[in-house]
Protein backbone atom coordinates (compact mmCIF):
# COMPACT_ATOMS: atom_id res chain seq x y z
CA UNK A 1 0.00 0.00 0.00
CA UNK A 2 1.38 3.48 -1.16
CA UNK A 3 0.78 5.64 1.84
CA UNK A 4 0.94 3.25 4.41
CA UNK A 5 3.66 5.38 6.65
CA UNK A 6 0.81 8.08 6.26
CA UNK A 7 -1.89 5.52 8.46
CA UNK A 8 0.81 4.60 10.32
CA UNK A 9 1.44 8.41 11.53
CA UNK A 10 -2.34 8.69 12.07
CA UNK A 11 -2.05 6.05 14.15
CA UNK A 12 1.10 6.73 16.12
CA UNK A 13 -0.05 10.17 16.82
CA UNK A 14 -3.59 9.29 17.63
CA UNK A 15 -2.30 6.72 20.18
CA UNK A 16 0.52 8.78 21.93
CA UNK A 17 -2.60 11.97 22.77
CA UNK A 18 -4.81 9.36 24.08
CA UNK A 19 -2.39 7.30 25.82
CA UNK A 20 -0.64 10.48 27.24
CA UNK A 21 -3.31 12.26 28.62
CA UNK A 22 -5.51 9.21 29.71
CA UNK A 23 -3.22 7.12 31.09
CA UNK A 24 -2.81 7.82 35.07
CA UNK A 25 0.23 8.42 37.54
CA UNK A 26 1.04 6.60 40.17
CA UNK A 27 0.11 6.90 43.09
CA UNK A 28 2.55 9.08 45.39
CA UNK A 29 3.10 10.43 48.58
CA UNK A 30 2.37 14.41 47.52
CA UNK A 31 2.65 16.49 51.33
CA UNK A 32 3.45 16.11 55.25
CA UNK A 33 1.88 17.89 57.25
CA UNK A 34 5.28 17.67 59.53
CA UNK A 35 8.36 17.17 58.52
CA UNK A 36 11.06 17.85 61.62
CA UNK A 37 11.27 14.94 64.27
CA UNK A 38 13.13 14.94 67.17
CA UNK A 39 15.05 11.76 68.78
CA UNK A 40 13.89 10.36 71.46
CA UNK A 41 9.97 11.52 70.95
CA UNK A 42 6.51 10.21 69.12
CA UNK A 43 6.97 11.41 65.38
CA UNK A 44 3.34 11.91 63.90
CA UNK A 45 2.73 13.22 60.75
CA UNK A 46 -0.20 12.95 58.31
CA UNK A 47 0.75 12.24 54.08
CA UNK A 48 -1.47 13.10 51.49
CA UNK A 49 -1.47 11.17 48.92
CA UNK A 50 -1.72 11.51 45.29
CA UNK A 51 -4.32 9.17 43.10
CA UNK A 52 -3.91 6.70 45.98
CA UNK A 53 -6.48 4.60 47.37
CA UNK A 54 -5.86 4.03 50.99
CA UNK A 55 -8.78 2.67 52.00
CA UNK A 56 -9.12 -0.55 49.18
CA UNK A 57 -6.01 -2.16 51.02
CA UNK A 58 -6.53 -5.78 52.16
CA UNK A 59 -3.74 -6.29 54.38
CA UNK A 60 -2.60 -3.71 56.81
CA UNK A 61 0.04 -1.11 55.64
CA UNK A 62 3.68 -0.98 56.16
CA UNK A 63 5.78 2.72 56.92
CA UNK A 64 9.28 3.20 57.65
CA UNK A 65 11.85 5.99 58.12
CA UNK A 66 14.48 5.07 56.08
CA UNK A 67 18.46 7.04 57.16
CA UNK A 68 20.35 5.26 54.26
CA UNK A 69 20.71 1.34 53.48
CA UNK A 70 21.88 0.18 56.70
CA UNK A 71 19.15 1.89 58.74
CA UNK A 72 15.48 2.02 58.87
CA UNK A 73 12.75 2.51 61.88
CA UNK A 74 9.40 0.89 61.12
CA UNK A 75 6.38 3.21 62.10
CA UNK A 76 4.41 2.07 65.78
CA UNK A 77 1.08 2.89 63.91
CA UNK A 78 -0.45 3.58 60.79
CA UNK A 79 -4.19 5.17 60.54
CA UNK A 80 -5.52 5.46 57.38
CA UNK A 81 -8.01 8.60 57.52
CA UNK A 82 -9.06 8.62 53.57
CA UNK A 83 -8.20 7.78 50.41
CA UNK A 84 -5.40 10.18 50.31
CA UNK A 85 -5.09 10.86 53.82
CA UNK A 86 -3.06 8.04 56.08
CA UNK A 87 -1.46 9.21 59.69
CA UNK A 88 2.02 8.11 60.62
CA UNK A 89 3.34 6.99 64.11
CA UNK A 90 7.10 6.63 65.06
CA UNK A 91 8.60 6.30 68.39
CA UNK A 92 12.08 7.78 67.59
CA UNK A 93 14.55 6.60 69.74
CA UNK A 94 17.54 8.62 71.62
CA UNK A 95 20.16 7.51 68.90
CA UNK A 96 19.21 7.27 65.41
CA UNK A 97 22.09 9.11 63.67
CA UNK A 98 25.26 7.84 64.00
CA UNK A 99 27.41 11.70 63.02
CA UNK A 100 26.50 14.67 63.32
CA UNK A 101 22.90 16.09 65.00
CA UNK A 102 20.67 16.06 62.08
CA UNK A 103 19.79 14.40 59.29
CA UNK A 104 17.44 13.76 56.34
CA UNK A 105 15.28 10.40 56.54
CA UNK A 106 13.29 8.85 53.38
CA UNK A 107 9.73 7.92 54.13
CA UNK A 108 8.75 4.92 52.81
CA UNK A 109 5.04 3.90 52.86
CA UNK A 110 4.05 0.00 51.56
CA UNK A 111 0.14 -1.01 50.79
CA UNK A 112 -0.76 -4.28 48.74
CA UNK A 113 -3.13 -1.97 46.30
CA UNK A 114 -1.38 1.11 45.96
CA UNK A 115 2.41 -0.39 46.33
CA UNK A 116 5.09 1.06 47.38
CA UNK A 117 5.82 5.05 47.58
CA UNK A 118 8.79 6.97 48.59
CA UNK A 119 9.06 10.37 49.63
CA UNK A 120 12.74 11.17 49.70
CA UNK A 121 14.48 13.58 52.30
CA UNK A 122 10.99 13.68 53.71
CA UNK A 123 11.67 14.02 57.30
CA UNK A 124 14.36 16.15 59.37
CA UNK A 125 15.56 14.10 62.35
CA UNK A 126 17.37 16.02 65.18
CA UNK A 127 19.56 14.08 67.59
CA UNK A 128 20.39 16.20 71.32
CA UNK A 129 23.11 13.51 72.08
CA UNK A 130 25.01 10.60 70.38
CA UNK A 131 25.57 8.83 73.53
CA UNK A 132 22.83 6.23 73.90
CA UNK A 133 22.84 2.83 71.56
CA UNK A 134 21.59 2.72 68.14
CA UNK A 135 19.06 0.54 68.22
CA UNK A 136 18.64 -2.35 65.25
CA UNK A 137 17.39 -1.47 62.03
CA UNK A 138 14.04 -2.68 61.39
CA UNK A 139 14.00 -4.65 58.34
CA UNK A 140 12.17 -3.44 54.91
CA UNK A 141 11.75 -6.17 52.72
CA UNK A 142 8.84 -7.67 50.23
CA UNK A 143 7.57 -4.33 49.38
CA UNK A 144 4.35 -4.76 46.88
CA UNK A 145 4.30 -3.79 43.47
CA UNK A 146 0.48 -1.96 43.12
CA UNK A 147 -2.98 -3.72 41.12
CA UNK A 148 -2.28 -1.04 38.81
CA UNK A 149 0.17 -1.83 36.53
CA UNK A 150 0.59 0.83 33.80
CA UNK A 151 0.86 3.95 35.10
CA UNK A 152 3.10 7.02 34.52
CA UNK A 153 5.82 7.87 36.80
CA UNK A 154 4.82 10.89 39.45
CA UNK A 155 7.24 13.66 40.23
CA UNK A 156 6.85 15.81 42.58
CA UNK A 157 6.51 19.39 41.22
CA UNK A 158 5.69 18.67 37.49
CA UNK A 159 2.76 16.13 38.63
CA UNK A 160 0.07 16.04 35.52
CA UNK A 161 2.31 18.29 33.25
CA UNK A 162 4.75 15.45 32.82
CA UNK A 163 2.38 14.47 30.12
CA UNK A 164 3.99 17.54 28.05
CA UNK A 165 7.04 14.89 27.07
CA UNK A 166 4.82 13.61 24.44
CA UNK A 167 4.79 16.67 22.62
CA UNK A 168 7.38 19.15 24.14
CA UNK A 169 9.74 16.75 23.32
CA UNK A 170 8.64 14.83 20.75
CA UNK A 171 8.46 18.05 18.08
CA UNK A 172 11.81 19.10 18.98
CA UNK A 173 13.15 15.27 18.24
CA UNK A 174 10.65 15.18 14.83
CA UNK A 175 12.23 18.61 14.23
CA UNK A 176 16.43 17.42 14.27
CA UNK A 177 15.08 14.44 12.11
CA UNK A 178 13.34 16.36 9.76
CA UNK A 179 15.95 18.64 9.58
CA UNK A 180 18.66 15.57 8.91
CA UNK A 181 16.92 15.00 6.40
CA UNK A 182 16.60 17.99 4.43
CA UNK A 183 20.81 17.94 5.21
CA UNK A 184 20.67 15.19 3.17
CA UNK A 185 18.66 17.03 -0.06
CA UNK A 186 20.71 20.02 0.05
CA UNK A 187 23.82 18.28 -0.01
CA UNK A 188 22.05 16.03 -3.42
CA UNK A 189 21.51 19.15 -4.62
CA UNK A 190 25.13 20.49 -4.10
CA UNK A 191 26.10 17.50 -6.02
CA UNK A 192 23.90 16.93 -8.64
CA UNK A 193 22.15 20.33 -8.94
CA UNK A 194 18.65 18.81 -9.67
CA UNK A 195 16.71 22.01 -8.34
CA UNK A 196 13.67 19.58 -7.06
CA UNK A 197 16.05 18.40 -4.52
CA UNK A 198 16.50 22.19 -2.76
CA UNK A 199 12.72 22.55 -3.19
CA UNK A 200 12.17 19.22 -1.03
CA UNK A 201 14.87 20.45 1.63
CA UNK A 202 12.93 23.92 1.74
CA UNK A 203 9.71 22.14 2.98
CA UNK A 204 11.78 19.96 5.06
CA UNK A 205 13.08 23.18 6.96
CA UNK A 206 9.66 24.96 6.80
CA UNK A 207 8.03 22.29 8.61
CA UNK A 208 11.14 21.74 11.22
CA UNK A 209 10.57 25.90 12.18
CA UNK A 210 6.95 25.33 12.75
CA UNK A 211 8.00 22.38 14.94
CA UNK A 212 10.48 24.07 17.00
CA UNK A 213 8.20 27.24 17.38
CA UNK A 214 5.41 24.93 19.14
CA UNK A 215 8.28 23.78 20.88
CA UNK A 216 9.08 26.68 22.30
CA UNK A 217 5.51 27.32 23.23
CA UNK A 218 5.07 23.86 24.67
CA UNK A 219 8.11 24.79 26.47
CA UNK A 220 7.08 28.15 27.90
CA UNK A 221 4.12 26.56 29.62
CA UNK A 222 5.92 23.66 31.34
CA UNK A 223 8.34 26.11 32.20
CA UNK A 224 5.51 28.35 33.62
CA UNK A 225 4.74 25.29 35.57
CA UNK A 226 7.73 23.97 37.04
CA UNK A 227 10.19 27.25 37.34
CA UNK A 228 7.10 29.89 37.61
CA UNK A 229 8.10 31.99 34.87
CA UNK A 230 7.41 31.15 30.82
CA UNK A 231 10.61 32.39 29.84
CA UNK A 232 13.65 32.97 32.61
CA UNK A 233 16.57 32.91 29.91
CA UNK A 234 17.74 29.20 30.72
CA UNK A 235 20.60 28.61 29.06
CA UNK A 236 18.65 25.50 27.15
CA UNK A 237 15.47 27.82 26.38
CA UNK A 238 17.70 30.57 24.76
CA UNK A 239 19.83 27.95 22.52
CA UNK A 240 16.88 26.56 21.43
CA UNK A 241 15.34 29.99 20.68
CA UNK A 242 18.55 30.83 18.76
CA UNK A 243 18.67 28.04 16.27
CA UNK A 244 14.73 28.36 15.41
CA UNK A 245 15.90 31.66 14.55
CA UNK A 246 18.66 30.66 12.49
CA UNK A 247 16.18 28.84 10.30
CA UNK A 248 14.24 31.46 10.35
CA UNK A 249 16.74 33.87 8.57
CA UNK A 250 17.04 30.59 6.17
CA UNK A 251 13.75 31.93 4.88
CA UNK A 252 14.33 35.43 4.74
CA UNK A 253 17.65 34.86 3.22
CA UNK A 254 16.21 32.57 0.67
CA UNK A 255 13.22 35.11 -0.19
CA UNK A 256 16.08 38.21 -0.98
CA UNK A 257 17.03 36.60 -4.29
CA UNK A 258 15.20 36.14 -7.74
CA UNK A 259 16.75 33.96 -9.94
CA UNK A 260 16.12 30.43 -8.75
CA UNK A 261 19.46 29.08 -9.41
CA UNK A 262 21.35 31.48 -7.19
CA UNK A 263 18.35 31.25 -4.16
CA UNK A 264 18.62 27.55 -4.18
CA UNK A 265 23.08 27.65 -4.16
CA UNK A 266 22.89 29.97 -1.47
CA UNK A 267 20.34 28.77 0.62
CA UNK A 268 21.98 24.99 0.45
CA UNK A 269 24.71 26.14 1.74
CA UNK A 270 23.01 28.76 4.72
CA UNK A 271 20.71 25.46 5.63
CA UNK A 272 24.52 22.99 5.67
CA UNK A 273 26.30 25.67 7.94
CA UNK A 274 22.89 26.05 9.89
CA UNK A 275 22.51 22.03 11.15
CA UNK A 276 26.32 22.11 11.73
CA UNK A 277 25.79 25.24 14.26
CA UNK A 278 22.41 23.87 15.92
CA UNK A 279 24.40 20.65 16.86
CA UNK A 280 26.49 22.57 19.49
CA UNK A 281 23.47 25.02 20.62
CA UNK A 282 21.84 22.34 21.06
CA UNK A 283 23.31 19.09 22.32
CA UNK A 284 26.87 20.56 23.50
CA UNK A 285 26.70 23.61 25.01
CA UNK A 286 23.28 22.79 27.87
CA UNK A 287 25.60 19.47 28.62
CA UNK A 288 28.73 21.32 29.45
CA UNK A 289 29.95 20.70 32.47
CA UNK A 290 28.86 23.51 35.13
CA UNK A 291 26.05 25.53 32.31
CA UNK A 292 23.22 26.83 34.56
CA UNK A 293 20.27 24.92 33.84
CA UNK A 294 17.60 23.77 35.69
CA UNK A 295 16.48 21.98 32.40
CA UNK A 296 17.21 18.30 32.24
CA UNK A 297 19.45 16.99 30.48
CA UNK A 298 21.93 19.92 31.94
CA UNK A 299 25.64 20.59 33.65
CA UNK A 300 26.43 16.28 32.08
CA UNK A 301 23.67 15.34 33.20
CA UNK A 302 22.91 12.79 29.96
CA UNK A 303 18.52 12.88 30.91
CA UNK A 304 16.36 10.47 29.39
CA UNK A 305 17.35 8.33 32.91
CA UNK A 306 15.30 6.80 35.50
CA UNK A 307 15.01 10.14 37.16
CA UNK A 308 13.40 11.74 33.58
CA UNK A 309 12.13 8.89 31.94
CA UNK A 310 10.63 5.33 32.67
CA UNK A 311 9.94 1.71 30.38
CA UNK A 312 6.02 2.73 30.31
CA UNK A 313 6.68 6.76 29.34
CA UNK A 314 8.83 5.27 26.91
CA UNK A 315 5.94 3.10 25.09
CA UNK A 316 4.52 6.66 24.48
CA UNK A 317 7.02 8.79 23.68
CA UNK A 318 8.87 6.97 21.10
CA UNK A 319 5.88 6.69 19.00
CA UNK A 320 5.20 9.72 19.74
CA UNK A 321 8.32 10.93 17.66
CA UNK A 322 7.60 8.59 15.01
CA UNK A 323 4.20 9.87 14.51
CA UNK A 324 5.38 13.55 14.45
CA UNK A 325 8.07 13.08 11.95
CA UNK A 326 5.89 11.25 9.58
CA UNK A 327 3.35 13.58 9.94
CA UNK A 328 6.14 16.17 9.36
CA UNK A 329 7.40 13.97 6.48
CA UNK A 330 3.35 14.07 5.22
CA UNK A 331 3.20 18.27 4.87
CA UNK A 332 6.51 18.86 3.89
CA UNK A 333 5.11 16.56 0.58
CA UNK A 334 2.36 18.00 0.18
CA UNK A 335 3.88 21.58 0.25
CA UNK A 336 6.57 19.91 -1.73
CA UNK A 337 3.91 19.45 -4.58
CA UNK A 338 2.64 22.62 -4.57
CA UNK A 339 6.72 23.97 -5.41
CA UNK A 340 6.75 21.87 -7.94
CA UNK A 341 3.44 22.55 -10.14
CA UNK A 342 4.62 26.60 -9.11
CA UNK A 343 7.90 25.62 -10.83
CA UNK A 344 6.05 23.54 -13.61
CA UNK A 345 4.02 26.74 -14.26
CA UNK A 346 6.76 29.38 -14.38
CA UNK A 347 8.93 26.79 -16.83
CA UNK A 348 5.41 26.60 -19.30
CA UNK A 349 5.50 30.59 -19.01
Excluded at 5 to 13: E, G, H, P, S, Y
Excluded at 29 to 44: I, K, P, S
Excluded at 195 to 210: G, H, Q, T
Excluded at 220 to 232: C, E, F, V
Aim: hydrophobic residues 50%.
Amino acid sequence: MKNWWKILAVILMSYSVIAGLLTPLSPAMRHLDNNVAQANTTFQCTIQGYNTEFKKVNTPPRAWLQRDSAFALCASNIQILSDKEMKLTFDIPAKVITEGSKEDFDLIVDTDHDGSMVLPDAILVKQDSSSAMLIPSCTIADLNIGSRSFTFPYRPIIEETIRNLYFHVSLWFAMVLLLMLSLYYNIQYLRRGLLLDNIRSSELIRISVIFGILGLITGALWAKYTWGKYWSWDLRQTTAAIVVLIYLAYFVLRDSFEDLDKKARISAVYSIFAFFAMIPLMFVIPRLQGADSLHPGAGGNPAFGSNDLDNTMRMVFYPAVIGYTLFGLWIAQLWYRVEKLKLKMLEID
